[in-house]
């Protein structure tokens, strides 16, 4: 099992940046992708973008595209969420998640609050 703990949400106005990062321990050898997923209030929750861990090809959603980046740090089993221009709408608990049996592992959250 792999653990994982998001940090560096916060409040930040409209227009502007946050960086998320998601630190892996445990059985990270067995980790081949980690993405990051969001939930508004009320919604469902969405997928944001995703990191190969040997690679480092990355894809998005077409939302973010072009805001977010993902980057990695292999050393550290970090994987990072630089977020610019963050948007009102993009106000939500962001989480990181390492896909496995039963639906992988997931880490508690970490919240983005982004005022108008």
């Known amino acids: 099992q792999v653990q994982l703990v998001e940090s560096g949400g916060g409040l930040v106005q409209a227009g502007g940046s946050l960086r998320l990062s998601c630190a892996a321990s445990?059985?990270?050898?067995?980790?081949?992708?980690m993405d990051w997923y969001r939930q508004a209030p009320g919604k469902e929750r969405e997928f944001v973008a995703v990191?190969?861990?040997?690679?480092?090809?990355?894809y998005y959603a077409d939302s973010v595209k072009g805001r977010f980046t993902i980057s990695k740090d292999n050393a550290k089993n970090t994987v990072y969420l630089q977020m610019n221009s963050l948007k009102a709408e993009e106000t939500a608990i962001y989480s990181c998640?390492?896909?496995?049996?039963?639906?992988?592992?997931w880490g508690q959250g970490t919240q983005v609050t982004v005022s108008s």
């Open positions: 998640h390492v896909p496995g049996p039963s639906g992988g592992s």
């Open positions: 990191i190969n861990w040997n690679a480092g090809s990355t």
């Open positions: 445990g059985r990270t050898f067995s980790t081949y992708v």
